[in-house]
């Protein structure tokens, strides 16, 4: 059974599906604060350690490229089962409401690039996951309140957390379908 890869790993997929790149250049590109660096920070050698482990899993490849007088460098692509791989994570909403700080900020970041049908996929499926944990907050808090206040409070504080990122979602519709009318 092959490991199922970390949200990062899932990211360098991303970018390999942009085109072939060496490791270099997609630590580079993992480190932009205009993009992807504001979710990861991570060294250059830990992206080759994961560059090496999705080999591994048979999702990128590599070709070799001289470069002169210096060693040959390896440039990664992102193979069949790879693709596949990464559409099926990207369509999948987080399971969990702790996973929307890295892991759904990643999917979206990479749903943001492909066309709006996959953005607006992303967004539902996400909202009906939200969604369902929202009732199930409700359920558990309902009988709470009077006898144990605390852990009232404490759904009580998930639920707004959860209110807060349906309301999010609903920004991210409005701004990313408007960035893509303006780019058609």
């Not at 709470?144 to 349906?166: D, K, N, S």
Request: net charge positive.
């Amino acid at each position: 059974m092959v490991a199922v890869p970390l949200s990062v790993e899932w990211s360098l997929l991303g970018f390999l599906r942009q085109r072939p790149m060496h490791g270099y250049e997609i630590a580079r590109r993992l480190a932009n604060p205009e993009g992807i660096g504001l979710v990861w920070r991570l060294k250059q050698s830990h992206v080759y350690a994961l560059l090496a482990k999705l080999e591994t899993q048979q999702y990128i490849a590599y070709t070799t490229q001289a470069e002169g007088a210096r060693p040959p460098r390896k440039v990664y692509y992102v193979t069949e089962q790879g693709t596949e791989a990464f559409l099926a994570w990207l369509r999948r909403p987080v399971t969990h409401a702790r996973e929307m700080r890295l892991e759904f900020l990643a999917k979206l970041y990479f749903a943001s690039l492909e066309e709006p049908s996959v953005v607006t996929q992303l967004l539902e499926a996400q909202r009906a996951a939200i969604r369902q944990w929202l009732a199930e907050q409700h359920a558990q808090a309902a009988p709470l309140r009077e006898t144990r206040p605390y852990e009232w409070l404490v759904h009580q504080f998930r639920i707004g957390q959860m209110e807060a990122m349906l309301a999010w979602l609903d920004s991210c519709t409005g701004v990313l379908l408007a960035r893509h009318e303006k780019q058609a």
